[in-house]
């Protein structure tokens, strides 16, 4: 069975510019998460999808961030526009009905 | 507010030797704790997690942690590592285990083996 994915691996890209991160998570799970990690610092939760609502977004940073989830299946981080303090990696990660959550390898974003 | 604290950032050991990694948490109630590796390249790992029962948690490729409620701590442990464990390690905690919800991460220790 295929483990979460995402794409890209890696972004570079300009200040201002746009990117969209898009998570694929394990078929079936209705729990879909997005975490970052800035600078070596702690991994950092942004948000929680159950199928395609949010249940939890507390962790988003400013409104420079939309999280989607349209049909319950894939979701895409869109940073628009992206400023220097958004490089980092950021993960996805799902799960069934608990908390034993499956992470992703990471898009490493980086922003010149 | 729940919190983790990794308290070694970078540790090096040699070959063979054992390993403990340090993991306390802040969390009023009982707390729900993993431990995590990330190797180059890789996404996150679980090796454990703590939700109930016996405090003596084993996990993957060999390592354990213990739930020390009295010191909050949750220190992963392997009696003898391979090179194959350089990586990051992270602690994390979550508010429930049962329903899925945010699960918070230490800082991280990264683990160099030394041959």
């Known amino acids: 069975e295929a483990g979460v994915t995402q794409f890209p691996s890696h972004s570079v890209i300009e200040k201002g510019q746009t990117v969209t991160l898009r998570c694929d998570p394990i078929?079936?799970?209705?729990?879909l998460y997005w975490y970052r990690r800035v600078m070596g610092k702690e991994i950092k939760f942004l948000l929680h999808f159950v199928k395609e609502s949010k249940q939890d977004e507390s962790g988003m940073p400013n409104n420079r961030f939309l999280a989607e989830r349209t049909g319950g299946t894939y979701s895409t981080l869109k940073v628009q526009p992206a400023e220097l303090e958004d490089s980092g990696v950021y993960f996805c990660a799902s799960s069934l009905f608990d908390n034993e959550q499956f992470f992703g390898p990471g898009t490493r974003l980086t922003v010149l | 507010a729940q919190s983790v604290t990794q308290p070694d950032i970078h540790i090096t050991v040699s070959e063979g030797a054992s390993l403990e990694l340090r993991c306390n948490y802040s969390y009023g109630a009982t707390p729900y704790l993993f431990w995590y590796v990330q190797s180059p390249g890789q996404g996150l790992q679980l090796l454990l997690k703590y939700f109930s029962g016996d405090t003596l948690v084993q996990g993957i490729k060999g390592f354990e942690a213990e739930f020390k409620r009295s010191q909050s701590s949750f220190n992963l442990r392997k009696p003898s590592v391979h090179w194959s464990d350089a990586a990051e390690y992270f602690c994390a905690v979550a508010s429930e285990y049962s329903s899925a919800s945010k699960i918070i991460f230490g800082s991280g220790t990264r683990l160099s083996i030394r041959p």
């Open positions: 078929s079936g799970h209705d729990n």
